[in-house]
């Protein structure tokens, strides 16, 4: 059966994460929206895998000699002393806490206070939700610090280095009772080590210093041209081969309404642009009437010709259309953050693929070659899957030493899964290598990490095996009402990272890639 053709009939759950996907209603045309009230029960999430990102000075991943591990951490823990009765009745009282907002609010209360035996309640209950989150795993870590509980503290850091993380908890006051351990310089000097700089990738070109807050990329295969998409002016640019000019391409204009460009990707096989534009703070022209409208927009990639748009109406509640995704089928998807939906446009309409607003965010979908599988990222939960033809969704999972944590941009390539991690130190391009269902991350390997260019790589686009990407976008420089600092802005780099890069070495492995400890 055809997979973009195939109707569920019912709500299919996924345990472990509350993932509803639904997808026999059409949900958008070009000027309504249908009603879809599909809902998923609170989800205790099971963490999925990312790769560990390789510390600096490895040739190669499986030649690494680990220096020696301190006796310490081979011995057995200690058992815990006895909880105190007011803390078994805090932590079943934040037990059923779901809002972490509330929970960080109310450690942060606890550690003003300087309980830190209460606020460790509260961060491991967050931990509980947010099992990727290294920055929760380290603030859990420094809390345990000051009440100089060595074992705790050590298991966390240890954790955070195996995955990849590149703290420095020996720059931070917080740590210091539980210094001058052999344990403690093992640690931090694996942790310091991976934040050194990883892969042979390179800045392919920087494009002018200018208030246009490019923050999408796509490639012109006929005319042999990167194609940058404006947040600032709701225009696409045709970039010249060295990046020093942006050629005015497609332009905002009364007839396609164009506004800040946050997606973008070419169809090259049918020759159209397709892009999601939304009324944010940082468009020039904004209009009150025109904040948070979004829609999906296709163009003719030959002349830049506006053929159609797809808006999503306001009236249930704001819309982001804000990553989408082509298949090679021609099948297009948009991601909608604000309401976390997958819809896919069928004929004149988008039609709901997916929702749960127990997800954070819906980031970086992609699919596979044969259009079977659609993928997309959570920042904060890690990386989920639909089979489109048997309307079964699923985690993608891998060993517990990766993680999936603070996934941006996410691709498809022979096989593998090309992520795009900006939410922790060091930032890093992973490539994941999927088994044959699609289902399981059997191998991973850094392609570049902890680069200075790499300040905050976001999205991109594939081209001959290379991975171009947003190295430093400029959006933290833009305030809440989408104004420039302009003492600081800087001309975007376009980063190049090579997807085959040590491919031989891990093809065929089925463990995962181990953390390079440093050399004392």
């Known amino acids: 059966m055809n997979a973009s053709r195939h109707t569920i009939s019912i709500l299919v759950l996924l345990a472990g994460c509350g993932l509803a996907v639904q997808a026999s209603e059409p949900a958008v045309t070009a000027t309504t929206e249908a009603t879809a009230t599909t809902t998923a029960p609170t989800p205790t999430p099971t963490p999925a895998a990312a790769p560990a990102a390789a510390p600096a000075a490895a040739p190669a991943p499986e030649t690494a000699v680990k220096p020696e591990v301190p006796a310490a951490l081979k011995r057995g823990k200690t058992p815990p002393a006895p909880t105190p009765p007011e803390i078994i009745e805090l932590q079943s009282k934040l037990s059923s806490e779901r809002d972490v907002t509330r929970l960080l609010a109310t450690a942060a209360a606890f550690d003003a206070r300087g309980e830190y035996l209460e606020a460790t309640v509260a961060l491991e209950r967050v931990l509980q939700l947010r099992p990727m989150a290294g920055n929760i795993q380290y603030e859990l870590a420094a809390t345990y610090a000051q009440l100089d509980n060595k074992q705790r503290t050590y298991d966390l850091l240890l954790k955070l280095q195996t995955t990849g993380y590149a703290y420095d908890p020996a720059l931070d006051e917080r740590f210091k009772k539980v210094h001058g351990t052999q344990v403690w310089e093992y640690i931090v000097l694996n942790l310091q080590a991976n934040a050194k700089p990883f892969g042979e990738g390179k800045v392919a070109m920087s494009l002018p210093a200018e208030d246009i807050l490019i ?199 022979k096989g593998h899964l090309i992520v795009v991690q900006n939410a922790f130190p060091p930032a890093r391009i992973m490539r994941l290598k999927l088994d044959p269902a699609g289902v399981k991350i059997v191998a991973s390997l850094p392609l570049d990490a902890g680069h200075p260019e790499l300040e905050a790589p976001t999205r991109g686009v594939i081209h001959h095996d290379k991975l171009y990407v947003i ?23 376009i980063w190049q990272s090579d997807l085959k890069f040590a491919l031989d070495s891990v093809q065929n492995r089925t463990t995962e890639i181990p953390v390079t400890p440093a050399k004392r």
């Open 471 to 493: 190295a430093n976008s400029q959006r933290p420089h833009y305030d809440r009402y989408g104004l420039p600092d302009k003492t600081r802005l800087e001309g975007v780099d």
């Open 215 to 413: 923050e999408s990329l796509a490639y012109d295969e006929k005319a042999g041209q990167l194609l940058a998409g404006s947040a600032r002016d709701g225009a696409v640019y045709r970039v010249s081969a060295d990046g020093s000019e942006l050629i005015h391409y497609i332009e905002a204009d009364g007839a396609n309404q164009l506004r800040s460009i946050v997606a973008m990707q070419a169809d090259n096989e049918r020759g159209h642009l397709w892009l999601t534009a939304t009324g944010l703070p940082h468009f020039k022209t904004i209009k009150d009437t025109d904040y948070g409208k979004t829609a999906l927009y296709q163009f003719e990639l030959a002349s830049g010709k506006f053929l159609k748009r797809y808006d999503m109406p306001t009236a249930n509640g704001p819309h982001l259309l804000d990553h989408i995704h082509v298949n090679r089928q021609g099948r297009v998807f948009a991601g909608d953050s604000a309401q976390r939906r997958i819809y896919q446009l069928d004929g004149e309409n988008l039609k709901l693929v997916m929702q749960n607003p127990n997800l954070t965010h819906v980031r970086g979908i992609t699919s596979s070659d044969d259009g079977r599988m659609l993928y997309f990222a959570d920042t904060e939960l890690g990386i989920f899957g639909i089979d489109l033809q048997l309307g079964k969704p699923f985690a993608v999972v891998g060993p517990s030493t990766l993680t999936l944590f603070g996934i941006d941009g996410m691709y498809y390539w």
